[in-house]
């Protein structure tokens, strides 16, 4: 299948989602989320795919549910969890690495009725990337890298995720050169763009392409840091 773009109909869909969020609602309507959604995320995955593997060879991507894609459904037995049942987001990853996806640099995207959040790097460091990140990063010249990184990519319009924490982690103070890079609980740099450029298959790749190739370097440096991660 080839990919054409998402129908005009998908954020009207995902709009619909938020006012009826329950799953008799949407059983009743799962083919228009298998033809507005699933089927066309799909189909762009298995050619996006393709364009970002001359970006990075070793990429990781496949049109599943739980690799590439995510579930429709929130898993809200979790403590914290929100509580309705279904996304009125969709969310696409490529991912560099082995073991959990979530865990290791990654291209990724979603959209909304409200928006597209285009980013990429680990959002949220789990504690054997988190100390992995920090040993990597105590290093003056590998901290003052990723922070000439991070400032040109925000000299280029993009954003940072905001820091995580307020105190210094044992091993930095604030003497310390980019010292403030150590607050942080995942690295990602993203992008807010208009959802409705789904709709337009052509400019919505070459879009994307664009800012992964921009942010290229912070994928690489974030899955440099993955390697480092000590196994239990």
Not at 25 to 38: G, K, P, Q, T, V
Not at 51 to 64: C, D, M
Not at 85 to 96: D, E
Not at 135 to 148: C, E, G, H, M, V
Request: hydrophobic share 35%.
């Amino acid at each position: 299948m080839e990919f054409k773009g998402f129908s005009k109909k998908t954020l009207p869909f995902l709009k619909a989602i938020k006012k009826n969020n329950n799953k008799e609602w949407f059983e009743a309507h799962r083919s228009e989320y298998e033809d507005c959604i699933l089927n066309p995320s799909r189909a762009f995955v298995e050619e996006f795919g393709e364009h970002l593997q001359a970006l990075e060879p070793t990429i990781n991507f496949s049109p599943k549910i739980n690799k590439s894609l995510f579930r429709i459904y929130r898993d809200t037995r979790r403590m914290g969890a929100i509580k309705v049942p279904l996304k009125h987001r969709i969310g696409i990853i490529f991912w560099q690495g082995s073991g959990n996806r979530m865990q290791h640099s990654s291209f990724y995207f979603h959209f909304s009725p409200d928006e597209l959040f285009v980013a990429v790097g680990v959002r949220w460091f789990e504690k054997p990337m988190l100390d992995a990140y920090r040993d990597y990063i105590k290093d003056d010249k590998r901290r003052a890298n990723l922070q000439d990184i991070l400032d040109k990519l925000m000299a280029c319009g993009y954003k940072t995720i905001e820091k995580g924490y307020k105190r210094y982690p044992r091993g930095f103070s604030a003497d310390m050169s980019d010292a403030e890079l150590s607050l942080y609980k995942g690295v990602a740099t993203y992008k807010i763009l208009e959802p409705n450029l789904i709709e337009d298959g052509d400019k919505f790749i070459e879009t994307l392409y664009k800012i992964y190739e921009e942010m290229l370097p912070l994928q690489q440096l974030v899955y440099e840091i993955s390697l480092r991660v000590k196994e239990d």
